[in-house]
């Protein structure tokens, strides 16, 4: 008998990654266009004081916290610029977040996109906050600019809740993205309400969920304050990169390798089959700024 | 007449909410210590448990569901207390759901159950009965318990986990780790086999993951129960062609590990991560042993 080693991940190769590649930046501005390099940047922001003793979240240290990722991610010398380097004074901005009960974006996070908003500009009629819904709400219908922003999870179909899956509610029916657990959810980023459109993508790492159990697939036994913030131009990248710390923190909980199940599949047919972006570790330049201390990655 | 039919309709919607003889509101009691129903029963269904459980509910109905009862315990200045009692038609399917939360084994409640900070999980017969309070208390972890208790003891029937998982052979097995499952992603739980339908797993299909200890660390193994030889026979033909490239009983993998699989009959097994090539074979033996 041939001893062989067996390949764990056969991917999708046969993609239409040529075909769609590229149009889904078109609508953004010149500045953020730049990736000659086919490399994503993401920015993984951490502060141990985020989450307070009693479980809320600090606003004035997550505002912070964003300040000086975009900063760092637009490469611009003050706030202003970097936020007017992400947004422009004219657009409509729908800012989709994440309002499952157990874990939501923090208020004071979508309040402070928000400020930024409407500091370099952009009138507070012609900004939304919106989780559910969207397809229907006027802000969003006109929205020339979207911000995405949830917190990660563990999820029972998909593997892990993110922000590719946040814009499962831009579809009419989200249950038609769930076969194959949810392996093509990069579909509706090209949705018309969508494509082009996605400006700043934070994924809200303060106390993510690494453990699923329960009807609601939530438990806060499995969920741990890791104070952090990715952000990124890609959601793919920021994505994957959210992936490896909750993969690292199961190992570290279970003592064992212990796969996200089911497998997060969606996040690389994102890459390999829709070009939204790249899961792909190497070809991502992780920037650390703050405390990193058990930082898992 | 349209506006009769409706409202006949309506009625039938509603009445299929009210007390029933034996439904599921029967198991549970009109108060818990402080702690009183907030709203009329909620009941959701194959076709609405999305609205219920967002994105969860694939899990349901990926082994058969029929619905579930939703109530509300609240009390002023304390955590409220969800109760939610899934009908999932038969014991082998509520079975499975549980096997799909536990952590650890627990003889507490029903034929089995979970106990976690602010949840008690556990299955019977049919039903797969989840109490769980908003944030814990040690007055609410108490309560969730005499709930978990009460409920229990109202349901009066049992029911039998499915057969194949008795097919796994005990010794090194830990207690607890068991996974009955009839849809594919779930093969994956503790050891990454692949992204796709490698075994052809459908609906029909009764399988079961199982996690050893050695001293080399864990390795498990998958069992699936097909319903025809010819399908196991394309599981394992398909299975090995496409990791291997060539239909055998053994291949190494990561160097020091081994995998061994074995099929007759309708049933096929599979070992992944032993510790050694004896370990593996052993295992395989010792499954189709008593076939």
Known sequence: MVAKPIS??????????AAVAGALFMNWPAGLMGNENNRSKVVLIRNHRVVKENGETDGEIINRMLDEAVVEL????????????????????????????????PVELEQGIRRHAMDIGIREEDIGILDRGVINDPVFKRATALINVRPMRTHAWSGVGTLIKNYIMFTRRPSDMHPDSCADLASVWFYPQVKGKTRLNILVMLTPLFHGVGPHHFNRKYTWNYGGLLVGFDPVA???TGVRIIQAKRREYFGEER???PP??????ADTKFGLGTADPARIDLVRLGYQENALI | MKINLCVIFSLLVIMQGFTSENGPDTFLPPRAGDWKPADPDRYFY??????????GAELYLSYGFREVLSRRYECPGKPFIQVEIFDMIEPANAYGIYTQTREEEGNQYGQGSQILPGAVLFWKGPYYVSVIS????????????????YIDSHISVSGAAPDIVSALPPKGLVEGSVVYFRHYIWANRYYYIADGNIFGIEND????????????GSYYVLLMDFPSGERAEAAWRGYWEEKAGEPSPLTEQEGDRWHAGHRQGTRMAMVFRAPDRETAMEMVREIFSSE
């Open chain 2, 134 to 149: 908003e944030y814990e208390t040690s007055e609410s972890e108490e309560m969730i318990r005499w709930l978990a208790g």
């Open chain 1, 8 to 17: 764990r991940r056969k991917l999708l190769k046969d993609s239409a990654k």
């Open chain 1, 264 to 269: 997060p599949k969606h996040i690389m047919v």
């Open chain 1, 74 to 105: 637009t490469g611009r010398p003050t706030v202003r610029d970097a936020w007017l380097q992400i947004l422009r004074p004219d657009d409509v901005l729908g800012i989709k977040t994440n309002v499952w009960a157990r874990l939501r974006t």
């Open chain 2, 46 to 55: 194959p076709e609405n448990l999305f609205d219920y459980i967002n994105g």
């Open chain 2, 205 to 216: 299909t009764h399988c079961c993951l199982g996690r050893y200890t050695s001293p080399r």
């Open chain 1, 238 to 240: 920021v994505d994957a």
């Open chain 1, 259 to 261: 796969p996200i199940n």
